[in-house]
């Protein structure tokens, strides 16, 4: 068995190097296997926005101090038409870039015993007995050896190809961002403002300063299922319409999409798991990804080891998929069923700005919905209470 990995992960983004360091922590001893198709460090299109939501679950893993050279951000600015708010966060956040935070956290994974190789994966297969990850070095004409594995996660991100082999199916709703990094405007230094627009939501553009000169720019709104999907100009004339100025200078403008997450969340038994992106695990109302990745990549991680030591055979871990469904629903359930529900309410402009009123008239109703958009939070009665007094009818 000694050529058979007991947890192959493929993609070394958040997701992937949070899988690692939850088995790792929960069995160091454990055979782990991270691949990625780039060398780290690497660029991932994101606004870089950190919840600090994400470094709680990375200190239970034992990773601490990762952004302490940083600098962070207290302040949120939020603006709909002609109403805003500008507050302090209950907690700091992060903006920092992708190209630093996932080296950061593939460098501590490796640290803490994971292998990490770089292949482009191009399936998996099922066996009774293990699963068969398909890849090939980058830029190889043939494909390379097969790897073997009692179980594998698949944080490959929103085109995940391990989710096409075990979860094939409805495409999720999915949004388009596009950002670019520019030098920081004055009127948006040490905050991070979000500027809702007209379009499909969540539709807005922002500018995250980064504590460094440069702020994060860009745009995003939800896609239609059918028909084209925006263009990069319109993407960029929306940045430019919404946040005048904010793109001045800009460089290395990149897209992406974000798979959005619903209610209920599935995922099926057996030896594969899906984690962050690769599970559609974007917040629907807000496109913040990178603490569901880091939560599901642990959460991932000790699925696998309590799966091995429940069946520690060699063919051991099937159970890992069931274990692992459990652990998720039970972090992030209500709080999937309270997001899709919210970006049901955001697609009536006026519920939107009685949201932003209701935040700038208080600060729980403010923090409360930071919560929900940023972390595990919920629609409290104290936010739809303050919301009702602020919704404006639409006039005749
Ligand atoms: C423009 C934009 C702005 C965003 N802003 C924010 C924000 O401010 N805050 C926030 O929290 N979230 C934000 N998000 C969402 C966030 O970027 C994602 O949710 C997050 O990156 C998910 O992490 P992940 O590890 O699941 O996937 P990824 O970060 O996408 O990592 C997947 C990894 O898998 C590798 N991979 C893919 N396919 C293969 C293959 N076949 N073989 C081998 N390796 C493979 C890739 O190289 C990559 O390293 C934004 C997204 C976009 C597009």
Redesign the pocket.
């Known amino acids: 068995m000694s050529d058979v990995w007991d947890l192959v992960i ?7 190097s949070a899988a690692a360091l939850g088995a790792l922590h929960a069995a160091p001893g454990l055979r782990v296997l991270l ?4 060398d780290f460090p ?1 660029d ?8 600090p939501h ?1 470094l709680d679950v990375l200190a239970a893993v034992g990773v601490h101090g990762l952004l302490d050279d940083k600098v962070p951000v207290h302040r949120l600015e939020l603006v709909s038409g002609t109403d805003r708010v500008s507050r302090l966060m209950a907690r700091n956040a992060y903006v920092v870039p ?1 190209a630093e935070l ?1 080296a950061r956290l593939l460098e501590r994974a490796v640290a803490a015993g994971a292998c990490f190789r770089r ?4 399936g998996v297969r099922l066996g009774q007995t293990h699963a068969v990850v398909d ?1 090939a070095e980058p830029g190889a004409d043939a494909t390379g050896a097969p790897i073997r594995a009692r179980t594998v996660v698949g ?7 391990v989710r096409r082999a075990v979860a094939p199916g409805r495409r999720p709703r999915s949004a388009l ?3 670019g990094y520019a030098p920081v405007q004055d009127a948006t230094r040490g905050r991070q403002l979000i500027v809702f627009g007209p379009r499909r939501q969540p539709a807005y553009a922002w500018s ?1 300063d980064r504590g460094d000169g440069l702020a ?1 720019v ?1 745009y ?1 709104e939800l896609l239609r299922r059918r028909g084209p999907a925006p263009s990069r100009a319109l993407l960029l004339g929306q940045l430019a319409e919404l946040l005048p100025g904010a793109s001045t200078g800009g460089a290395g403008w990149r ?4 798979p959005l997450s619903s209610w209920p969340w599935r995922h099926p038994d057996g030896r594969v798991l899906l ?4 599970a559609h695990l ?1 917040n629907p109302v807000t ?7 880091v939560a599901t ?1 642990v959460l991932a991680g000790r699925a696998v080891v309590r799966a091995l030591d429940t069946d520690p055979r060699p063919s051991g871990g099937a159970g890992a998929g069931g274990e692992h469904r459990r652990a998720v629903r039970l972090l992030l359930g209500r709080h999937l069923l309270h997001t899709r529900f919210t970006a049901g309410l955001v697609q009536v402009p006026a519920l939107v700005q009685a949201a932003v009123r209701a935040s700038a008239a208080q600060q729980h109703v403010f923090d409360d919905l930071v919560e929900l958009g940023l972390g595990g939070g919920r629609i409290t009665a104290g936010v739809v209470r303050e919301m009702s007094r602020h919704v404006v009818p639409p006039t005749r």
């Open positions: 493929v993609g070394a983004g958040p997701a992937g691949l990625d198709r780039t690497r991932k299109p994101c606004g870089d926005g950190i919840a994400a992708r996932d292949r482009r994966v191009s890849c944080a490959d991100g929103a085109h995940s190809v961002a596009l950002r995250f994060n860009g995003g897209g992406h999409h974000l984690v962050g992106d690769a974007v496109g913040e990804g990178i603490y569901y990745a990549g």
